[in-house]
């Protein structure tokens, strides 16, 4: 008995003794890969743009969230900045801006798209959280302007926070001329695709152009959907 209690002890000892060192061993590791990246990509210079900073003029209120999701905007001096606590309208409804740049990062100019600017003739709710994602998309409709898709993933279509994404068809300041909304009431999606508590619009992104048409394809991410199980979540492509 004594033996084998020994022998237990010793095994135990061992194991943790290895552990340690694969431990150690995988902090040196990520070090050595930490260190390299700064070696080789090391930060020139940054810009932060706030309600205090970058000349933004933007009036914003407590838990608006803006920076919660942010992109590019093509290749324009512009950058797209998702709001989506934004109570303009009703509470968090959301909203999202395009921030026009200098070379470097200084706000010259900006446009808000809300339940009450820019144009936008969306119909947004309480707790929609438009601006939750955003993404910028190819020119769609010819105008020689990049496009813009925002997911709103807390939309009632048909059911509770089913979620929408809305593809925002801008002109040149910003100004919304026509937009899309895509959700279980809108945008010829499958009957039946989406579900109650799916959060489609949570993410969003430009995956290019996958099927030769010459126009942008997109992913929608729906962190809720219970395929295979409770909220295990995908992706729409």
Not at 120 to 127: A, P, Q, R
Not at 219 to 231: E, F, K, N, Q
Request: negative net charge.
């Amino acid at each position: 008995m004594f033996l084998s209690t020994f022998s237990f002890f010793k095994f135990i000892f061992r194991f943790f003794l290895k552990k340690e060192k694969m431990l150690l061993l995988w902090i040196l590791n990520v070090l050595s890969v930490w260190m390299s990246l700064t070696d080789a990509a090391d930060i020139k210079s940054f810009a932060k743009i706030s309600s205090t900073a970058g000349n933004l003029t933007a009036v914003f209120s407590t838990s608006d969230f803006f920076g919660y999701s942010s992109s590019s905007f093509g290749d324009l001096d512009a950058i797209l900045v998702g709001a989506y606590g934004d109570d303009d309208g009703g509470t968090y409804r959301g909203a999202v801006y395009i921030l026009f740049l200098d070379n470097e990062g200084v706000t010259l100019s900006h446009q808000k798209v809300s339940d009450l600017h820019s144009d936008f003739t969306g119909i947004l709710e309480d707790n929609d959280k438009f601006g939750m994602s955003v993404c910028h998309l190819d020119d769609l409709n010819g105008d020689q302007f990049p496009d813009i898709l925002v997911g709103a993933p807390e939309d009632d279509d048909n059911g509770e926070d089913r979620g929408a994404v809305y593809i925002l068809f801008v002109d040149a300041v910003g100004l919304v001329e026509s937009h899309q909304k895509i959700s279980d009431l809108h945008g010829d999606l499958p009957s039946g695709l989406l579900t109650d508590s799916d959060e489609f619009g949570g993410s969003v992104g430009n995956i290019g152009d996958l099927d030769g048409d010459d126009l942008s394809d997109i992913a929608v991410g729906a962190s809720g959907d219970d395929d295979g199980g409770s909220g295990r979540g995908l992706d729409h492509i």
